[in-house]
């Protein structure tokens, strides 16, 4: 046969590569366990010096499940952190954040015996355990969790991590995990007594960069222990963050400041219209913004009950029924007891706390008079960093609907005829009368138009503050100041002094204390209406006139 020969040979070939396979796989499997034990009994070898009882033995199973690379390694350190994690003689078992219980060494869900003892820790062990768990997780493909365990490097300064976050960084893209890796590998260099000189003046001056409390505490613990370059660049730093601290400090206050005028302004633009056109001095203006507060609780119980899966909704839909509520009884105020005592001030002022005392007493009869739960919506929870202020999204969206309430107050104003007729009788009401203008009818929208304003205020402040039969009672006061600073019936004179007014508390706070700065802005505010009478910006009117 003339391919027998042929055939032979690819035989013999044949063998040749599969003994030569053979012995090289044999070869490699004696050569493994000798060059390196598998993952898993790393794992289990760490996880056996748990059973020891012993801090020594305890710190050497944290080395070695931080080195085994084992899956199962942070949610293992995890539960030691969190004294999660029992050793016994059956094994070494932790418990999850829910409770669940399961083997650390296969994972899998199981009993935790009656012997098993909680592994104990002490403080220089907690260290330990968060430096290896920032260095396992530095790697992880979750973005938010490399931050974390950049964070946990940052803090623990473990030198061991500084090869990983060195590997990491040339790849790394997200900038601020890149940051964070900085951050860590600047404090872990700084620390580092044998590392060159310019290596740890580089390191100094990226952790003054990041200019937080952490920085500025790492930087004083090496202030004045090191000579030279090094220690200047060290007290540079400190200085620069201090300066950098104080002007965040003060750009606080000032947000503080324009999230308090702004709830000045809501509770105020009510009493501000019906105070300039009508002249009265309604004592009962809390009580409208507690009534608003009250409809949004009511709103939210309906939706809680009915409706769990709309609840963000709810404060959507209060604002109306709020403004509707409140302007109701508003007219029904003017309508019953107002109109009959225009022209004599003090006894509207006297007529309208009656009416806020039985308004607070309905309340307590109906509600209780224990304060109310009123929840944010999701979109209100939570805070955010903007140029190194912290900004709640609560606060955030009352300056934003607060200001939204004025434009359409003054788009009221301005383009509407009711708005035209409120104008004509605050500037001379015998003149509107003879032009035919209803005055009453005006009187009563205005009055209803007011109310109805503090009851929306109502809505917002129901965030922020109890719901309670008094919480009106806490406003009323600084309403007044407000309307008085800036011009009896202005609205742009309410916004200024609101702000002006917020901020200015805001600022004596830490200086006076809370008590004392308000009673230095009343002196102050009677100080400047004996030298401006109508306030910061006047407005000319009936009042006035006569």
């Known amino acids: 046969m003339p391919f027998a020969p042929l055939l032979r040979f690819f035989m013999l070939c044949s063998l040749v590569v599969l003994s030569a396979l053979a012995l090289a796989t044999t070869q490699a499997q004696a050569q493994a366990p000798a060059a390196m034990p598998a993952q898993g009994e790393r794992l289990a070898a760490g996880l056996e010096r748990f059973k020891a009882d012993s801090f020594a033995d305890t710190e050497a199973a944290i080395a070695a499940i931080a080195a085994s690379g084992s899956a199962q390694g942070v949610a293992i350190l995890s539960a030691l952190a969190d004294r999660r994690l029992f050793a016994g003689a059956a094994g070494v078992f932790y418990r999850d954040a829910a409770g669940q219980a399961f083997d650390a060494l296969t994972g899998q869900p199981a009993t935790i015996p009656a012997d098993a003892a909680m592994v104990r820790l002490n403080n220089r062990l907690r260290n330990v355990v968060q430096a290896a768990l920032g260095t396992m997780t530095l790697l992880s493909p979750d973005p938010a969790q490399r931050v974390r365990a950049a964070e946990a490097v940052f803090r623990s300064r473990d030198a061991s991590a500084l090869v990983t976050i060195e590997a990491a960084l040339p790849s790394e893209q997200n900038p601020r995990v890149r940051r964070a890796f900085e951050e860590a590998r600047a404090a872990i260099l700084l620390s580092s007594a044998d590392a060159p000189e310019a290596l740890r003046i580089a390191a100094a001056r990226r952790i003054a960069e990041a200019g937080d409390n952490d920085a500025i505490s790492l930087l004083r613990q090496f202030s004045g222990q090191t000579t030279g370059g090094l220690n200047a660049v060290i007290n540079q730093g400190i200085l620069s963050i201090e300066q950098a601290q104080r002007i965040r400090a003060w750009g606080q206050t000032l947000w503080f400041g324009i999230s308090l005028g702004s709830v000045l302004l809501l509770a105020a633009i009510g009493l501000a219209i019906t105070f300039g056109v009508m002249g009265v001095i309604n004592m009962a203006h809390g009580e409208m913004v507690m009534i608003g507060a009250y409809v949004t609780f009511v709103v939210q119980e309906l939706f809680r009950n009915h409706a769990p899966h709309l609840l963000d909704w709810s404060l959507p839909l209060a604002i109306p029924l709020a403004f509707v509520t409140a302007g109701l009884v508003g007219i029904a105020i003017e309508r019953g007891v107002i109109r009959f005592l225009y022209g004599r001030p003090l006894e509207t002022l006297l007529a309208t706390f009656g009416i806020s005392l039985v308004l607070q007493q309905a309340i307590r009869t109906w509600f209780g008079p224990t304060n109310r739960e009123v929840s944010a919506p999701s979109y209100m929870a939570g805070s955010f960093e903007f140029v190194g202020l912290q900004i709640t999204y609560g606060r955030l969206w009352i300056v934003v609907f607060t200001l939204c309430v004025f434009a359409a107050l003054l788009l009221v104003l301005k383009a509407t005829p009711l708005g035209l007729q409120m104008r004509a009788v605050t500037q001379n009401r015998r003149m509107a009368s003879a032009m035919g203008i209803r005055t009453r009818f005006v009187d009563a929208m205005t009055f209803g138009l007011g109310s109805g304003i503090a009851g929306v205020a109502g809505v917002a402040l129901s965030q922020i503050d109890n719901v309670s039969p008094n919480l009106g009672q806490s406003y009323i006061i600084d309403s007044f100041m407000v309307v ?63």
């Open 484 to 546: 008085v600073f800036g011009g009896v019936g202005n609205l742009w004179g309410t916004l200024v002094a609101a702000f002006t007014l917020g901020v200015a508390n805001k600022m004596l706070e830490p200086f006076a204390g809370a008590v004392l700065g308000k009673i230095i802005i009343l002196v102050l505010l009677i100080l400047f209406i004996q030298k401006r009478p109508r306030g910061l910006f006047a407005l000319k009117g009936r009042a006035i006139e006569q």
